[in-house]
């Protein structure tokens, strides 16, 4: 399943278009890279998304499309930290 869709399914991301921007702007790495919004995830994939105020680790336990519809779940956060207001996250 593509990175922006997984973002928008499992509501990590609002709309399916903020979640492309993100990846564009490099706010949205996996396995410490930069990515593009077509970048296929699997199971075990390390996703780090960068917000204003925080950054949020999660691993991706399951790309099943209808488990996420559901609202299942599909990834598990690792590490969430906050970012000061004076510095960006990357």
């Known amino acids: ?12 991301v609002k709309r399916r278009s903020v979640a492309q921007e993100m990846i564009i702007h490099g706010a949205v790495r996996v396995g ?17 998304v960068a917000f204003p105020r925080k950054i ?3 691993r991706v336990i399951s790309v099943d499309e209808s488990l996420l ?3 299942g779940e599909c990834f598990e956060v690792t590490d969430e930290r906050n970012v000061p207001g004076d510095q960006r996250p990357w």
């Open 56 to 58: 949020i680790t999660l």
């Open 69 to 71: 519809k559901r609202g």
């Open 32 to 48: 410490g890279t930069e990515v593009r919004p077509s970048k296929d995830l699997s199971p075990g994939d390390v996703v780090e």
């Open 1 to 12: 399943m593509r990175i922006d869709r997984f973002l928008k399914l499992s509501r990590i």
